[in-house]
Every structure is written in C-alpha cells, then in structure tokens.
C-alpha cells in the first residue's frame, strides 16, 4: 500500500517546496522567451484539442440543456424549437407526480451514505490502518465491490431480494406465496433495499479514502498522544480526525456527487418504478422512453445542474485557491 | 497467507481487544462477500435441482454448465469484443490528450490555466444525465456517411469512445497536472534552454517521469470504462452494437430464463475487473486516492 504514489495526493502534490515560488515564475518568464513559433503551435494543439472535446461535449452541451429547458421541442428538425419560458418548470414542480419523490430519494441517498457508509469505511480504515494480521485480505474484500460494475451489482443483489428464490426471504421463510416480501416491487421497501447495495459499495470506497488519508497522519502525533497517556478513543477524536480534515472535504463532495449521479443500480432494479424515483432516472426516461419531451427532459436536467455546480464550484473554489497560495 | 508465517514472538501479546477487532473484522468480511458467494452458488447450480428444492438447500452438483451456457447462448465473446474495441482506444486517447493539457498546465504560466484546469475538472464531476439530452440529439445529428456503420456517431463505437474521453479526460488532467507540477523544474529548463522542442520536453522528458499516475489512471480508467452502463444503454440502440456491461441487462430480459444463468451471466461480466484489480491493486488503489475528488 505504501508506494510512492499513494503519498501523492492532490493537495500534498499541489503543494512546491516552499522556498521554490520565486525562483519559479523566473523560469518560466525564461520558457516563455525561449519558445520558437513552432513550440506556440505545438502548445496550442497540445491543449487546443482536448479542450475543444472536452468543452464541446461536455460544457456547450450542459448549456444547450439550460436552452433546451424553456423550449419545446420533437427533436425533428430546429425550426420546431419553440420558446416556452418557464412551462416546462412549472409543469414540472407542480404537475409532475415523480418529481418531488425524485428530489427526495437523491436527499435520502445522500442522507444514508453519509450517515452510514461513511463512518463504517472510516471505522475500518482506523482498524485497518493498526497494522493488523490479515489487514491486506481485509481491505481487498471490502474494495472488492468499488470493482465490480454497479449494473453488475444490480444484478447481484436482485438473487438476495428475489421474492421467490432470493436469499433473504429463504432464509426467513418469506418466499412461499401469500407470504410474500417483495423487496424489489413494494414502494415502501425498494429505496432501503437498493440502498443497502448502495452502501455495500460505497463503505469499500469511503475505507479507501480514509486510509490514504491515515498514512498521511505524522507518526509523531499519535507517539505524543500516546506519551500524554491519551487513550485509544481520545487519539483518534482529538488528535487523528482533525488531522483528517481535508480527506473530509473530499469524502463530502465524493459522497455528495455520488448520490446526485446514482443511476446504474436502481435501473438495473426496477427501471426507478414506483418508490426509487432518482433525478436521474427522470432524465433518462425522457430519452429512451416512448416519450421524447425534450424541453420537459432538459429541465430536469438544469435541476440536477444546478444542484451539482453548488457543490463543486464551492469545492473547486477553494482547493485551487489553497494551490495558487502554496 | 504469508502474514501467517510471521514469527509469532515478535508480535505483543495476544490481547482480548485484538480477538475482538478480528472477530469483528472477518465476521464483516464475511457479510460483505455474502452477495457475491450467494451469486456463485446460485450460479454452479443446475435450475432444475434449485427449483425442486429451492435455493437454500444442501447442493447435489456442482456444475459450471450456467456459466458454459450463458457464455454461449448470449454471444457473449461478441461482447466482450465491443467493449474491447471502446475501451482500448478510449483509455489510450484519455492519457495521451489528458497528459498534454495536463503539461500545459502544469509547466507553462499562461493566464488562462486555471480557468483551464477548473472547467476540465468541473466537467468531471457532473452527474451524466445534466448533459445527455442534447448529447444523445447531436450525436443523432452528426452524420459521418462511411464512417461508421450507422452512418452517424449515435449508435457506434466512435461515438462512445468519443463521450468517455471527453468525460474522464477531466480527472486525469487534473490529477496528471498535479503530479507534473511535482517534478523539479531544472529537468525541462534546462533542455529548453539547449535548444529541445515543446514536444521533445512533453514526449522525451516529462511523460515518462509521469509512469507511475499513467499506470495508476490506466487501471482506473480501463475499470471505469469496462464498467460503463450509462453512455452505452443512451448512446447505442442496437443491441449488437452493445459492450457487455449493458449488453447483459438487454439479455437478461430476452435469453436468460432462469436466475442461475443471469447469477452466471453477471459474474463472467465481472472477471476481466476483478483480473486487473487483483494484477494491478496496487495502481488501482493509489489511482483512487491520487485523485480522490471523483465521483
């Protein structure tokens, strides 16, 4: 675990030795003098053609979604574009029987993987992190999950919740007809059961982070709460979580995004029927289902846009804030 | 286990809180791969016995026939070709343009590389579906007669290869940009100042210093790819045109019958990840944490 590369992370790399600024900008006002034409041209591509692939698929795309969210349109040729203005939200926070179930299955996810997950993957990355016998066994089997493909775990967990064959109900006696529990089909109990897959998955990654984070905690620091006769639980709380601060950052934003872009898991489950409506899966229904509204479909998408940039531009804000600084 | 071997009387005395964390710990590890020991054994079971005797039941055979028949009857090689023919180019195309911003950034102080480096990374970490309305309708309205087979990008391996570099190109810039900014200055300087091309200070100098993140974003980025259901179940409409990740959840509906052959069905689909996690953890790993703003 501890190669070189693991030490790397953004911020200690971000970070110059600290008496090497000035000398810095001096050599690169030198690179810039020493560039031929040539060197421009090539710098250009070099940068050019990622960026205008990035830029075009990505950016001028979230931004034809913005356009496309006060229009209506078939899709079949761009005179048949009309502007509508807000319709498609009003109709959208007022008529849409899915929408608000939607907006608060995302606030539950985000809820439950960070209220459970989240501190699981750091209890074990604590445990993890002593030293143990085992502990290289232990952590590839909680990873394990972060592998395999989230349709893949769809898949998976549909033979535990199967009602007639799956694992849950043999083993309580609830696959015999009339005896039901349907885990999959009832709407008070699919978002807990997709959730519990969710979780599974997302301990193995949240461990992950919080480990990186751990071998960055100075050695001396936890020799010195020791020597002050510091208890185990005393180390950690006032000593090792502080020091955790910015894999906390990164663990919030991470867990933040992942419940705003949950997708693959519930489809595979139940297509996000009744009880696991997901922003998402609006958005993706409006595409590949009979209905090809797009506006309507665009304006779900602004709300997942817009939701999402509060989030990272705060966050990208201040971490290239603390680079331009170092 | 080689820790097993480790002499024992170097290691402190056995105390009752190591036992407990040790329980703890296994009895998680077992929990965690419950789902998946569930799959397998649904998998190595014949329907016929399972369905008689249900699936909580004492095994008469074992058998690898579901995974035989679920390989075959789903064509699923032809698959696993699609994917290969997505992720291979798209993995290679996303080092090669993410190194070059990435040196960009990282060695030249223009004005604009922050501004640079933060719509790359912003871009990264939007949910998918906030761009797939007006994606799916370009790429419906891009024609390129001749050049693939649907005659546009909707429907073809161009078009994905193209929508997964553009998407991850974002992290990699960013997590290549900052290891770059790590290497010592004099190295490039002092080539440019004997006359070296841009190029020659990117190809020669600076992307082989930068291995160890390619080869920790190469395993991501392969697994990540490999693993996509999204792009392919929006941006492909022919099933045969599929990679296997989403092609499975199509032939779960249309050929597999029985849960033993879907359980067989999805576990073949995750070998080729569960192949490089366990050959490269390590990459893997690190690659994760190297970057760790990635949803």
């Known amino acids: 675990m501890t190669t070189d590369t693991t030490t790397n992370t953004p911020e200690a790399a971000a970070v110059p030795p600290p008496g090497a600024s000035p000398a810095r900008t001096r050599a690169t006002h030198g690179h810039r003098r020493l560039l031929t034409r040539r060197d421009r041209f090539t710098l250009a591509l070099m940068a050019g053609v990622p960026t205008i692939l990035h830029v075009l698929l990505v950016w001028v795309t979230a931004i034809a979604s913005i356009f496309l969210a006060f229009t209506t349109w078939d899709g079949i040729g761009f005179d048949s574009i009309k502007w509508v203005g807000l319709d498609n939200f009003k109709q959208l926070f007022n008529d849409n029987p899915q929408f608000w179930p939607a907006v608060q299955h995302n606030v539950i996810w985000f809820v439950v993987l960070i209220l459970i997950p989240t501190p699981l993957g750091l209890f074990l990355a604590v445990q993890l992190d002593k030293r143990i016998r085992f502990s290289r066994v232990y952590q590839t089997v909680f990873f394990l999950p972060v592998v395999i493909s989230m349709a893949c775990i769809g898949f998976v967990w549909q033979l535990v ?27 008070h109990l699919n978002l807990w059961a997709v959730l519990i897959a969710a979780s599974w998955r997302h301990t193995g990654y949240m461990m ?114 603390k680079e331009r600084r170092a | ?72 009857q789903s064509d699923m090689l032809h698959y696993f070709g699609n994917t290969l023919v997505i992720a291979v180019p798209a993995v290679l195309l996303t080092l090669f343009l993410s190194s070059c911003v990435a ?83 004099e190295l490039t300087e002092a080539a440019l100042v004997d006359g070296a091309s841009v190029w020659r200070l990117y190809w020669q100098i600076t992307l082989p210093l930068c291995k160890p993140a390619m080869a920790a974003l190469a395993t991501l980025l392969s697994i990540w790819i490999y693993n996509d259901f999204f792009w392919a179940l929006v941006l492909i409409s022919t099933g045969e045109n599929m990679p296997i990740t989403s092609a499975l959840n199509n032939l779960s509906g249309q050929y597999f019958t029985d849960p033993n052959l879907v359980a067989a069905g999805s576990l073949l689909t995750a070998i080729p990840t569960l192949v490089v996690y366990f050959a490269l953890q390590r990459q893997f790993v690190s690659g994760l944490t190297l970057g760790s703003n990635k949803g």
Request: with cysteine; net charge positive.
């Open chain 1, 161 to 187: 919740y199967n009602p007639d064959t799956g694992l849950i109900n043999s083993i309580i006696g609830a696959n015999k007809p009339g005896h039901y529990i349907d885990w999959i089909g009832d709407p």
């Open chain 1, 208 to 321: 992950i982070l919080y480990l990186a984070g751990l071998k960055s905690v100075d050695p001396s620091l936890r020799e010195a709460s020791a020597l002050d006769g510091a208890n185990e639980w005393q180390t950690f709380k006032s000593v090792i979580f502080p020091t955790l601060r910015p894999t906390n950052t990164v663990v919030l934003v991470v867990t933040i995004i992942e419940a705003l872009r949950a997708f693959d898991l519930v489809f595979v489950f139940n297509k996000g029927a009744q009880g696991t409506e997901l922003l998402s899966i609006l958005v993706t229904n409006n595409i590949i289902g009979e209905s090809s509204r797009i506006g309507y479909g665009s304006a779900i998408a602004v709300v997942l846009l817009v939701i999402s940039l509060a989030v990272i531009i705060p966050y990208l804000i201040a971490t290239f804030r």
């Open chain 2, 1 to 72: 286990m080689s820790s097993t071997t480790v002499p024992l009387k170097r290691r402190a005395p056995i105390r009752p809180a190591r036992v407990l964390l040790h329980v703890f710990l296994a009895g998680t590890a077992l929990a965690w791969l419950a789902p998946l020991l569930w799959a397998i054994f649904s998998a190595l079971r014949p329907y016929s016995e399972t369905s008689a005797k249900g699936y909580v039941s004492w095994p008469d055979k074992l058998t690898f026939e579901n995974f035989t028949n679920a390989f075959k």
């Open chain 2, 103 to 185: 040196f960009y950034v990282a060695r030249f102080d223009f004005r604009l590389n922050l501004a640079l480096l933060l719509v790359f990374t912003a871009g990264n970490l939007l949910p998918q579906q906030v761009i797939i309305t007006p994606l799916y309708r370009l790429y419906l309205l891009t024609n390129l007669p001749g050049i693939t087979q649907s005659g546009k990008l909707y429907d073809s391996a161009l078009g994905l290869v193209l929508i997964h570099v553009a998407f991850q190109s974002g992290f990699c810039a960013f997590v290549l940009s900052n290891y770059m900014r790590s290497l010592p200055h």
